[in-house]
């Protein structure tokens, strides 16, 4: 890198000894903004015993079908809901770098909804990072547009 060439801290390798949540948030923020609603849906279900108790036996007797996009609808949902509990939680200002922001932006998602578990918590955290995309999402009037998956080969 030579002296003219700006730092880009977007690209920086973590520091050693650094969470390993903060590396599953990068990885997150990759995601297309209906996998991330869909991932918050599907984290809040088995983030609630009852729920999750619902769906085995609905798996057990052949009726549960989860696909992505009502799982995504089921994600904006809890978006609608969570949103305002988060954006109500004064923050530090935005972060230059990305693991500063996930840090920062996981602290505050665990100030607003304490009671949230560990995966849910990651989704709502890449959800709030990119909150204007996920709003974008959450106003369509119609359901989100959600590609089946494609087999790799």
């Known amino acids: 890198m030579s002296d003219e060439e700006p730092y880009d801290s977007r690209f920086t390798l973590p520091e050693i000894d650094a969470p390993p949540e903060t590396e599953v948030g990068v990885i997150l923020l990759g995601l297309e903004p209906d996998r991330l609603v869909a991932g918050l849906g599907f984290a809040r279900l088995a983030d609630d015993p009852a729920l999750v108790t619902q769906a085995v036996d609905r798996a057990r007797h052949g009726v549960f079908t989860a696909d992505l996009a009502g799982l995504a609808a ?80």
């Open 74 to 153: 089921a994600g904006l949902a809890q978006w609608r809901m969570l949103r305002p509990l988060v954006d109500a939680v004064p923050g530090r200002p935005e972060a230059g770098a990305l693991r500063q922001e996930w840090t920062n932006s996981a602290a505050r998602v665990t100030n607003a909804v304490p009671e949230i578990g560990p995966a849910a918590r990651a989704y709502l955290t890449a959800c709030w990072i990119r909150r204007d995309e996920i709003d974008r999402l959450a106003d369509r009037k119609e359901a989100p547009d959600v590609l089946p998956e494609v087999a790799a080969g």
